[in-house]
């Protein structure tokens, strides 16, 4: 239903007062954006004074995706950098893109895989999941040996498997705070 309405909506556009209302910006903000290009009417551009704009359902996704990123505090001179870059690479439809940001730049997302700084030419970069690291060392560690900090004993990798959870039996005990969150996060 949504999909069939979008396709039929590049037939149909906002003025510059439904357009803001959807986006949550103001007619200054709208009227200055397009101006200046960062977000252009893509059914029809102001052709002099009391022609009327009009904004496809795309357009007014940009606009909502451009007043978020300067809610998040993304400044108008990165964000326009961050479009012109997606631009100047061929990137037509700006609303089928999956934008990141930290505040400061903005990220495309392409993939799970592959994300991409817009405000560093294009450079890539890549993230790491903690959990994931978190695991894989886990699993690592139950096939090798381990020692015991008290004693300097050696420990076979079987037996430090049984003692993350005995040692979480002990945290409890002692009532020290700090070993009962790290025995709580060893149980799982």
Sequence with gaps: MLASAI?????????????????????????YWARTGLVVPSVRDAAGSGSQRLYSFRDIVVLKVVKRLLDAGVSLQNIRKAIDTLRSR??????????????????????????????????????????????????????LPAEAAATGEELPASQTQNDFAAGADDAFNTGDELAMRRARRRAG
């Design 7 to 31: 396709a039929g909506a590049e037939d149909v556009g906002y003025r510059g007062p439904t357009a803001c209302h959807a986006a949550g910006i103001s007619y200054r903000q709208l009227d």
């Design 90 to 143: 061929g990137v037509g439809d700006l609303a089928g893109i999956t934008l990141i940001s930290d505040g400061t730049t903005v990220y495309e997302c392409r993939s799970p895989e592959e994300v991409v700084d817009l405000l560093q030419g294009g450079q890539g970069v890549f993230g790491i999941a903690i959990s994931g690291a978190f695991k894989e060392i886990e699993g690592t560690l139950s096939h």
